[in-house]
């Protein structure tokens, strides 16, 4: 009886019958006492569900940061000091930003679903020398299973039996070709998945063949429950913006309250009622915090993802938008992302000439070119025409027009890369298939690596052979030269493996074509030998066109892409030094990797730019390396393995059309066209978004502790408090509700891709913000300050009696702010250019909104309630004049100060 550790077996080093001992198992199965034993010893087939936090957790859990909790406090409080504006405001801030939070955590947990639903229902098995169909969840170690084209794998097994076997494990491997499999031992350790060959894994799917196979790991054990269990075991980080906003908000909120309190304190001395400065405090301490916030943050990040849509790029976790503005390493998968998934011909060695092939993809488009001259059917070249004939008959696929107009195949993508490449040449392959009759073949093989058909055309049997060259060379004894089959001598043997050597070399696919005629029409495996050499045809999974541009972009972005693939390392270098990825780096293999120690792999990240046979484990180690070095690190991928990496990173970007649903699910953003370009516009919009809430801040915070400062001193001058606590939050629903939230919404200003990304450690607030906020604040204290004590003492000197002084005086502080704050709306709209370079209609929320407030202040000026409300009078012509230059001082002196900064203080 198999142990527990049966998975840590390397079963593809071992023989059938070693595997076979090693589980205790027989050709005929097991039996049914022994299957139930197994069960109850592994447990089922399936993936194990994480206990997970209950959905009213989850929305309790979005009301407990300090900021919240001092929020809903200071709406309670509103609401018993007959503030039910304010208090109505807060909360509804706080239950939007709640509500949105918990929907994207509760879907957060989906991934694992999805890989529960990519498990095989059911499943062939031999027991007791039967075959019976079980479900797929009953299977243990040891069990003998059946699969054939189209079957999903049920478990991880050890290949016995295997015809013309291939699997589909790009999900897996990052491989483009369907993996061809074997049944005789592997020799070596620490062989990556993709060179298992004599293995299969849960989760991936037959493409062709079938095979016998006896079950070695179940469940959890199994690759695709490793990669569940990492998923389990992968803490998701908090982004750049969510740990700003926490440490912003907790900071702000202990500022706020200690200043209410000692600023209480301070008015306490002039005025002992200390119900009404309890309720002055608390309005000031509201005013100071950003209430705001989340809903400015809310807004934009939504507004941005409305964007994103349009540009291709759909976003499932709202931080991520702002997290993208950050990132510094792009970690992209090879097949499918960066390349296009579909092989392509792109030379071709026949008659003693080499051909380059144009176009790419699976559209028949592009020419065939000998010396840079275009050679097609009627050109002078029947080697070349016989071998692409010979390729178009030995094929079982076929090409088709899908619903999109685009191309695509029905069958193998090795086969239709010479259909494509035929059709390029002028061969109409549906024709010459229909003409020549298929008459006999013999199918490939994992061990002949070759395949054979006999067709019958105007009365002659052809063979037909196309394989790996080695192997289709074996057969050959003769040599094809445009109408003459010479000897297939060293000398011709020579330079074909030179040729072969050099489409290698340059990480192309390559296969050879064969031919000859049968003098009997009994047929057997003799057709396959005695062939004539045509040629060698070699391909590859070419890049994306507008990838190599989406990469120099990113790079004039300070964003550093780097490939990680499952597929070989020549390959990978070749395709990486085409896009512009590889530039004097290094590159490495998983089992490169493997014997580094961990110390010696986080150096070697620094220098290296391509992974390649790169496993699930890897991948999370590589992505937690780069993270540990202090990186904003964005993940592309489509399969099941990349699941973990993309939950891992800081932000996951997931392939819409070929990504699986665990990478989906996994993932924070997912792009619709599986477009490598569509992460630069994410990226535009993510930097977008993050300028705006620092612009809003700084608006905010400047006028906001310009105001406390400017009510500090007066009250230390003895004057009376300029502002009531209604007007404070009547000041506070104005600016920090209608302006900020408009700033948030502001269009990315041009050039912003011009900027390196920022550093994350320097927060929300870095040097440039504080003197902004410093510069644009001190301004709003003295010229508020100011211009109270102007009207104060001239009204006083005029003889006026004190009550009306002191309210004219509190009237002039309160417009005179409202003022200075809707012009600042304008200054903040740009951090770095003049208003004037801004054009005035591009933000039309913020026009709208400054006209409500205006809209509103005026109401209170209305009629005698709601200026007695509001404790304002009317002023005089000189007043509002006052008001007015001062305001406009505001406009000028941020300009200056705007301009003065950007010059000496680096962003």
């Known amino acids: 009886m198999p142990n527990n550790k049966i998975e840590k077996f390397s079963f593809y080093n071992l023989t059938v019958e070693e595997s076979l001992n090693k589980l205790d198992s027989t050709l005929t199965g097991l039996t049914e006492s022994e299957s139930k034993q197994r069960l109850e010893k592994f447990g089922l087939n399936e993936l194990e569900e994480v206990k997970k936090e209950s959905a009213l957790m989850l929305l309790i859990n979005q009301f407990t940061s300090l900021l919240i909790v001092i929020l809903i406090i200071a709406a309670i409080i509103s609401a018993f000091t007959g503030h039910g504006l304010e208090s109505v405001s807060i909360i509804v801030i706080v239950i939007l930003a709640g509500v949105l939070g918990f929907v994207q955590e509760f879907r957060a947990g989906k991934a694992l679903e999805s890989l529960r639903k990519m498990a095989s229902p059911n499943a062939v098995v031999i027991r007791n020398g039967k075959e019976d169909h079980i479900p797929a969840k009953e299977l243990v170690p040891g069990d003998i299973i059946k699969i054939k084209m189209g079957d999903r794998v049920p478990a991880d097994a050890r290949l016995i039996e295997a015809s013309n076997l291939r699997l589909e494990e790009a999900a897996f491997t990052g491989e483009s070709l369907p993996a061809e499999k074997i049944t005789t031992p592997i020799p070596g350790e620490n062989h990556q998945l993709g060179d298992q060959h004599n293995m299969v894994f849960s989760g991936t799917s037959v493409a062709f063949g079938r095979g016998t196979a006896i079950v070695t790991a179940t469940g959890m054990q199994s690759e695709f429950g490793k990669i569940a269990g990492m998923l389990q075991s992968t803490e998701t980080d908090k982004?750049?913006?969510?740990?700003?906003?926490?440490?912003?908000?907790?900071?702000?909120?202990?500022?706020?309250?200690?200043?209410?309190?000692?600023?209480?304190?301070i008015g306490y001395i002039n005025d002992p009622d200390i119900m009404k400065l309890f309720v002055w405090g608390v309005a000031l301490a509201v005013a100071v915090i950003p209430e705001a916030l989340p809903a400015v943050v809310t807004i934009s990040l939504a507004l941005g993802v409305r964007r994103m849509v349009k540009r291709r790029a759909l976003i499932r976790k709202l931080p991520a938008v702002e997290t993208l503005g950050a990132i510094n390493i792009i970690c992209s998968d090879k097949t499918g992302t960066l390349t296009q998934d579909e092989m392509t011909i792109k030379k071709i060695f026949s008659g003693n000439e080499i051909f380059e092939v144009g176009g790419s993809g699976y559209a028949p488009v592009g020419d065939i070119t000998l010396n840079n001259t275009k050679v097609t059917t009627t050109s002078d070249s029947s080697s070349l025409n016989l071998m692409l004939y010979a390729g178009s008959?030995?094929?079982?696929?076929?090409?088709?027009?899908?619903?999109?107009?685009?191309?695509?195949?029905?069958?193998?993508?090795?086969?239709?890369?010479?259909?494509?490449?035929?059709?390029?040449?002028?061969?109409?392959t549906v024709k010459i298939n229909a003409d020549s009759q298929r008459v006999f073949e013999i199918p490939f093989s994992s061990e002949t690596k070759k395949m054979t058909t006999v067709n019958k055309f105007e009365g002659k049997y052809y063979s037909f052979c196309k394989g790996a060259p080695e192997m289709v060379l074996n057969s050959c004894t003769g040599y094809y030269d445009n109408g003459n089959i010479v000897e297939l001598d060293e000398s011709k043997r020579k330079r074909i493996f030179e040729v072969y050597d050099e489409f290698a070399s340059s990480a192309l696919r390559v296969l050879a074509i064969a031919f000859k005629v049968n003098e009997s029409d009994k047929f057997n495996d003799q057709v396959q030998e005695g062939l004539a050499f045509l040629g060698l045809v070699g391909m590859i999974d070419p890049p994306r066109m507008e990838v190599k541009d989406a990469i120099a972009i990113c790079e004039n972005a300070g964003i550093k892409p780097l490939m990680i693939t499952g597929d070989h390392k020549v390959t990978a270098?070749?395709?990486?030094?085409e896009l512009g990825i590889m530039r004097g780096g290094d590159a490495l293999t998983g089992q490169e990797i493997?014997?580094?120690?961990?110390?010696?792999?986080?150096?070697?990240?620094?220098?290296?730019?391509?992974?390649?046979?790169?496993?699930?484990?890897?991948?999370?180690?590589i992505v937690d390396a780069l993270m540990k070095k202090g990186n904003i690190v964005a993940m592309t991928g489509d399969g099941v393995n990349d699941a973990p990496a993309l939950k891992k990173a800081n932000i996951?970007?997931?392939?819409?059309?070929?990504?699986?649903?665990?990478?989906?699910?996994?993932a924070d953003m997912i792009l619709t066209d599986d477009n490598f370009t569509s992460i630069v516009s994410a990226v535009e919009e993510g930097r977008s978004i993050f300028e705006n809430?620092?612009?809003?801040?700084?608006?905010?915070?400047?006028?906001?502790?310009?105001?406390?400062?400017?009510?500090?001193?007066?009250?230390?001058?003895?004057?009376?408090?300029?502002?009531?606590?209604?007007?404070?939050?009547?000041?506070?629903?104005?600016?920090?509700?209608?302006?900020?939230?408009?700033?948030?919404?502001?269009?990315?200003?041009?050039?912003?891709?011009?900027?390196?990304?920022?550093?994350?450690?320097?927060g929300l607030l870095n040097k440039f913000s504080l003197w902004m906020i410093a510069g644009s604040g001190i301004w709003v204290t003295f010229v508020t300050f100011g211009v109270y004590v102007f009207a104060y003492h001239t009204r006083l000197a005029e003889?006026?009696?004190?009550?009306?002084?002191?309210a004219e005086s509190i009237t002039v502080f309160f417009l005179c702010l409202i003022f200075i704050r809707l012009l600042n709306g304008f200054n903040f709209r740009s951090l770095h250019k003049s208003i004037f370079q801004i054009p005035f209609f591009s933000n039309k929320a913020l026009l709208y909104n400054i006209g409500i407030a205006l809209a509103l202040t005026i109401l209170i000026f209305s009629n005698s309630a709601t200026m007695s409300a509001f404790q304002v009078v009317h002023l005089t012509t000189m007043e509002v004049i006052l008001i007015a230059v001062a305001a406009f001082s505001s406009l000028v002196f941020t300009e200056i100060w705007k301009w003065i900064v950007n010059k000496y203080i680096k962003y």
């Open 239 to 265: 982004t750049p913006l969510q740990i700003n906003l926490d440490s912003l908000g907790k900071k702000l909120g202990i500022f706020a309250i200690g200043l209410a309190i000692v600023m209480v304190a």
């Open 393 to 428: 008959l030995c094929n079982d696929t076929s090409l088709k027009i899908e619903e999109d107009k685009s191309w695509g195949i029905v069958g193998d993508p090795t086969e239709a890369a010479i259909l494509v490449t035929a059709a390029k040449f002028g061969i109409d």
């Open 573 to 577: 270098v070749a395709i990486a030094k």
């Open 594 to 621: 493997e014997s580094l120690s961990q110390a010696e792999f986080e150096e070697k990240v620094n220098t290296t730019e391509v992974y390649a046979r790169i496993s699930p484990a890897h991948k999370l180690r």
């Open 652 to 666: 996951g970007v997931a392939m819409g059309i070929t990504g699986t649903d665990v990478s989906k699910e996994a």
């Open 693 to 762: 809430i620092k612009k809003y801040l700084i608006y905010l915070l400047s006028g906001n502790l310009g105001t406390v400062f400017a009510i500090l001193i007066t009250m230390l001058f003895a004057y009376p408090i300029p502002l009531t606590a209604v007007q404070i939050l009547f000041k506070n629903f104005i600016m920090d509700g209608l302006i900020a939230i408009a700033l948030g919404v502001e269009p990315p200003e041009p050039g912003i891709m011009n900027n390196k990304p920022r550093n994350i450690k320097e």
């Open 799 to 806: 003889g006026i009696d004190i009550k009306t002084v002191e």
